[in-house]
């Protein structure tokens, strides 16, 4: 009975469905491929300056992976409800998701903000306190020095965080319009080209300071920032094919 009110036994394979939703997937896939990659890469440039970059750097990441969580499930959200607006043809309403974004990110920061201020020395001595005897490091420096540097780099890359938070929401909402080609050429662009090639030669060749590294990725994500800003401002994103139909 059911079967042929809803037409459910209607079925098949839609070779030209499936042709769109490649379209769509494939830049994603093939940026956060890539943009592994180049992360894998930091690594082994930080790896091969000295301990101590390693130490920061994994240490960085540690916390950062840690908070990240946040700025991916905004994007997600975004990419929802921003596809949700497009299907019901409110164009103008999708710069909102925007705006009520950075609300949330406001609110996270300041969160964030609160319980580093009181509990970073913490912890640092959760990850390294009772190893630290045991590192290479403590040789060539104190304990109480690694913990101020690391402080002062936790702070960069908090700073970088919340850049990047707003950098994630509007991936997001272009995202759900279908413009993920334009996200997969500025990503892979920031990731490779402003981020990586300047560490290589800022950091790496001159075996400059982890610090100096962090301040290319805030800059890197400014960059990128500006440009999907732009993007989603000037509405190119209404042109595309997918969107329209």
């Avoid at 994007?75 to 925007?98: H, I």
């Avoid at 790496?204 to 994500?221: R, T």
């Amino acid at each position: 009975k059911y079967r042929s009110i809803f037409n459910t036994g209607s079925w098949g394979f839609n070779w030209g469905l499936t042709k769109k939703l490649l379209q769509l997937g494939t830049p994603s896939g093939v940026f956060v491929t890539l943009d592994l990659l180049a992360w894998s890469i930091f690594y082994i440039f930080m790896k091969d300056i000295s301990e101590e970059h390693m130490l920061i750097a994994g240490l960085c990441h540690t916390v950062l992976s840690m908070c990240y969580f946040y700025g991916l499930g905004l994007e997600k959200g975004a990419a929802a409800a921003s596809g949700n607006l497009v299907g019901a043809k409110c164009f103008s309403e999708v710069v909102q998701v925007f705006y009520s974004g950075l609300v949330l990110i406001l609110l996270f920061s300041f969160l964030g903000a609160t319980l580093f201020h009181f509990y970073v020395g913490d912890l640092i001595d959760f990850f390294i306190y009772n190893e630290w005897n045991s590192s290479p490091l403590s040789k060539l420096m104190d304990y109480a020095d690694i913990k101020l540097k690391l402080q002062k780099t936790f702070l960069i890359v908090g700073s970088y965080l919340i850049i990047d938070n707003v950098r994630l929401l509007i991936y997001g909402i272009l995202t759900g319009v279908g413009d993920t080609f334009f996200i997969m050429l500025l990503g892979l662009t920031r990731t490779w080209m402003w981020m990586l090639l300047p560490t290589y030669f800022i950091i790496i060749l001159p075996k400059g300071s982890i610090e100096d590294a962090y301040y290319i990725w805030i800059v890197s994500s400014l960059a990128a920032l500006f440009f999907a800003l732009v993007r989603l401002f000037k509405g190119h994103w209404q042109a595309k094919r997918v969107v329209n139909q």
